[in-house]
């Protein structure tokens, strides 16, 4: 079984903050971790994924995320929030390698930007 | 990359009609497909997966013969909303595996009035 906790349902930052977005899981085998990014009345966008190796993973638009094992987490961050990053962020979680099994989400993060 | 097309974007029907939703993947193939239903600011829930040449495995809790599912090529998946109530207003996105992983539409927002 697998899900995912996503911290907060809405996190709101100043524009040129820290965005920090945060995600822990729960996976009874390695997990394949992701995040997407939902601007309204459309699909997900991947941000990016951590499937093996480097823990700390670049995706789009500046956004990172680490992998932490001993913490079941994968939060999210960018160094400067941009106006234009204001969406719903949902991660997700999935068994299986290669990505085999479908993933779980998250309830979402709205993240507010103020100017 | 993998695109996956999503029709209509918006769709309002009376009460007791049926809407058709399509999915396709434009640039692969997809033996499967992934509807979601996705409520007002809440996550993505699965309602089915779609199989190509083969019967759709639906989630508990979801009515089978109320979102009637086709996947007639390895392109195309379709969801029907059979006799569809208020309730069963909701935005539906459709989603398909490729090489690069889970490729989402852009989903559907339907309003049964």
């Known amino acids: 079984a697998q899900s995912v906790t996503q911290l907060g349902s809405h996190v709101s930052v100043s524009e040129g903050a820290l965005v920090l977005l945060r995600c822990n899981y729960s996976?009874?085998?390695?997990?394949?971790l992701f995040w997407y990014v939902q601007y309204p009345n459309q699909g997900l966008q991947l941000l990016l994924k951590y499937t093996t190796g480097a823990t700390l993973v670049k995706g789009i638009n500046g956004f990172e995320a680490e992998f932490k094992k001993s913490e079941t987490s994968f939060h999210l961050t960018k160094p400067s929030a941009h106006m234009s990053d204001a969406a719903e962020y949902f991660c997700a979680v999935s068994d299986g390698a290669g990505g085999s099994y479908i993933p779980t989400f998250g309830r979402g993060t709205s993240l507010i930007v103020h100017p | 990359g993998a695109v996956v097309s999503q029709h209509p974007s918006r769709v309002i029907c009376k009460s007791g009609t049926s809407v058709k939703i399509e999915c396709r993947s434009l640039d692969f193939q997809a033996t499967t497909m992934f509807w979601y239903r996705q409520f007002p600011k809440q996550s993505l829930m699965l309602m089915a997966t779609s199989n190509e040449g083969s019967k759709a495995t639906y989630e508990q809790g979801v009515e089978k013969d109320k979102f009637l599912i086709n996947h007639a090529s390895l392109t195309l998946s379709t969801l029907t909303v059979t006799s569809a109530h208020p309730e069963d207003s909701s935005f539906y996105i459709c989603?398909?595996?490729?090489?690069?992983?889970?490729?989402f539409g852009s989903g559907t927002r339907l309003t049964v009035v």
């Open positions: 989603s398909a595996r490729s090489a690069e992983g889970y490729t």
């Open positions: 996976s009874s085998v390695p997990p394949y």
